[in-house]
């Protein structure tokens, strides 16, 4: 059996992510190739983060460069162009329409096999009357958001703690009786699904077992090469209740088992969809290689099979926002930067909006990264470019480890 190298590893599975091609050598981004993006990678996820644009944008940037963020935003709300929807995969996430059909377990499953809290909320009869009333109200209304509905109840905490319409509003999108219809100040909006859902969508509500299927083969193609349970990773299923459905399609040569050189330099056996096996001869000959030097969100879903990133490219991709300031090694959000097949460094941006200029709280380059003048180049092209998405015109490194790196970066600018 062939044993991959390492470069070989990596070129797939950046190519499978849409990660290899030179920033700035394709055609302009349309709201066509923003679809073949969302399409290509299964779905994006959806983050309420915002130091710079928030995630799902910057994971299409990370693939097209600079594009205009409304066009996203049309895929999913605009009627006339709507070929992507909000919903549950790799949890909350954009997602295409073509793969409606596969929610729908889901959504039945939560319906009628409602969680304990939900049994308890609707207990209360002022909870159960709030269901009907609610959807009612946005047939004769239209589409609304939480804070259409009034609320006169006691004073709530947390950001979970919603209050009663938000929560039954939650309740009937998860049931699919509602879609969300645009957003407003990244607020929901909710209408009827009948009102949303284009009629050329497939509605042919498939078993759970034909959807984990279906979700563990898009995520095997997704990731390129991976080990055989990362593939359910990518949508967020249970290892536990999928290992036997991985362990058939392994069995029916839907994934190929290969042996491939890791970064830890050991042979490991990890699978390839068969759909992917011409890309894998491809990259083999040179006819694919990674040329890409981007940078990605700590949500990108070249993450999501669990231990890749080390696995891979020996780089731990850390989201540090959820801790206390002293316990953070990196920084609040860290975006990590992809130079051809390698993860070379991360930095922790804040974008000051109306200033017009990009923070760099902190900015890193990996051990026994060397900051050439190749690696310079490219990520003053890339940073250009991302300073262009952001709307920036100024740069400011606050903190770089090595020095020099910053002090290169801003020379190069």
């Given at each position: 059996?062939?044993?991959y190298?390492?470069?070989?590893?990596?070129?797939?599975?950046?190519?499978?992510?849409?990660?290899?091609t030179?920033?700035?050598?394709?055609?302009?981004?349309?709201?066509?190739?923003?679809?073949?993006?969302?399409?290509?990678?299964?779905?994006?996820?959806?983050?309420?983060?915002?130091?710079?644009?928030?995630?799902?944008?910057?994971?299409?940037?990370?693939?097209?460069?600079?594009?205009?963020?409304?066009d996203?935003?049309?895929?999913?709300?605009?009627?006339?162009?709507?070929?992507?929807?909000e919903?549950?995969?790799?949890?909350?996430?954009?997602?295409?329409?073509?793969?409606?059909?596969?929610?729908?377990?889901?959504?039945?499953?939560?319906?009628?096999?409602?969680?304990?809290?939900?049994?308890?909320?609707?207990?209360?009869?002022?909870?159960?009357?709030?269901?009907?009333?609610?959807?009612?109200?946005?047939?004769?209304?239209?589409?609304?958001?939480?804070?259409?509905?009034?609320?006169?109840?006691?004073?709530?905490?947390?950001?979970?703690?919603?209050?009663p319409?938000?929560?039954?509003?939650?309740?009937?999108?998860?049931?699919?009786?509602?879609?969300?219809?645009?957003?407003?100040?990244?607020?929901?909006?909710?209408?009827?699904?009948e009102?949303?859902?284009?009629?050329?969508?497939?509605?042919?509500?498939?078993?759970?077992?034909?959807?984990?299927?279906?979700?563990?083969?898009?995520?095997?193609?997704?990731?390129?090469?991976?080990q055989?349970?990362?593939?359910?990773?990518?949508?967020?299923?249970?290892?536990?209740?999928?290992?036997?459905?991985?362990?058939?399609?392994?069995?029916?040569?839907?994934?190929?088992?290969?042996?491939?050189?890791?970064?830890?330099?050991?042979?490991?056996?990890?699978?390839?969809?068969?759909?992917?096996?011409?890309?894998?001869?491809?990259?083999?000959?040179?006819?694919?290689?990674?040329?890409?030097?981007?940078f990605?969100?700590?949500?990108?879903?070249?993450?999501?099979?669990?231990?890749?990133?080390?696995?891979?490219?020996?780089?731990?991709?850390?989201?540090?926002?959820?801790?206390?300031?002293?316990?953070?090694?990196?920084?609040?959000?860290?975006?990590?930067?992809?130079?051809r097949?390698?993860?070379?460094?991360?930095?922790?941006?804040?974008?000051?909006r109306?200033?017009g200029?990009?923070?760099?709280?902190?900015?890193?380059?990996?051990?026994?990264?060397?900051?050439?003048?190749?690696?310079?180049?490219?990520?003053?092209?890339?940073?250009?470019?991302?300073?262009?998405?952001?709307?920036?015109?100024?740069?400011?490194?606050e903190?770089?480890?090595?020095?020099?790196?910053?002090?290169?970066?801003?020379?190069?600018l």
């Open positions: 059996m062939t044993t190298p390492l470069t070989a590893v990596r070129s797939l599975a950046l190519h499978a992510q849409g990660l290899t030179p920033l700035g050598t394709g055609a302009l981004p349309t709201l066509a190739s923003i679809n073949e993006i969302v399409e290509r990678v299964g779905c994006v996820q959806i983050d309420t983060l915002h130091m710079v644009r928030r995630s799902h944008y910057v994971v299409v940037w990370s693939r097209l460069g600079s594009y205009d963020p409304a996203f935003d049309r895929l999913v709300y605009d009627a006339e162009s709507r070929l992507l929807f919903g549950w995969q790799h949890v909350a996430s954009i997602i295409p329409l073509r793969d409606y059909r596969y929610q729908m377990p889901l959504n039945d499953h939560l319906r009628h096999e409602p969680s304990d809290w939900f049994k308890q909320w609707l207990a209360q009869e002022v909870n159960s009357e709030l269901l009907p009333s609610v959807l009612e109200r946005i047939r004769r209304e239209g589409a609304l958001r939480a804070a259409d509905f009034e609320y006169h109840g006691p004073r709530r905490g947390s950001w979970w703690d919603w209050k319409a938000k929560t039954a509003l939650e309740f009937l999108y998860s049931f699919g009786d509602l879609m969300i219809a645009d957003r407003k100040n990244f607020q929901r909006v909710y209408d009827l699904t009102r949303i859902l284009p009629q050329w969508v497939d509605t042919r509500k498939p078993t759970s077992e034909e959807r984990d299927r279906f979700w563990i083969e898009q995520g095997a193609r997704a990731l390129g090469m991976c055989p349970m990362q593939a359910a990773d990518y949508s967020y299923r249970k290892r536990t209740q999928v290992k036997s459905l991985v362990e058939a399609l392994m069995a029916e040569g839907v994934l190929v088992l290969v042996e491939a050189t890791l970064a830890d330099g050991k042979t490991h056996s990890l699978v390839v969809h068969r759909d992917n096996l011409e890309l894998l001869q491809q990259v083999v000959e040179g006819g694919i290689r990674a040329e890409r030097t981007t990605l969100s700590p949500f990108d879903s070249l993450f999501w099979g669990r231990g890749r990133d080390e696995q891979f490219w020996g780089f731990r991709n850390l989201l540090e926002a959820y801790k206390r300031a002293p316990d953070r090694v990196w920084g609040y959000y860290c975006l990590p930067i992809l130079h097949d390698r993860l070379v460094g991360r930095f922790d941006p804040k974008l000051e109306r200033a200029l990009l923070r760099l709280k902190a900015l890193y380059l990996e051990e026994g990264i060397a900051a050439d003048e190749e690696l310079m180049a490219d990520v003053a092209t890339a940073m250009r470019d991302f300073l262009a998405f952001h709307g920036a015109k100024e740069l400011v490194v903190k770089s480890q090595p020095e020099e790196f910053g002090v290169k970066l801003l020379k190069a």
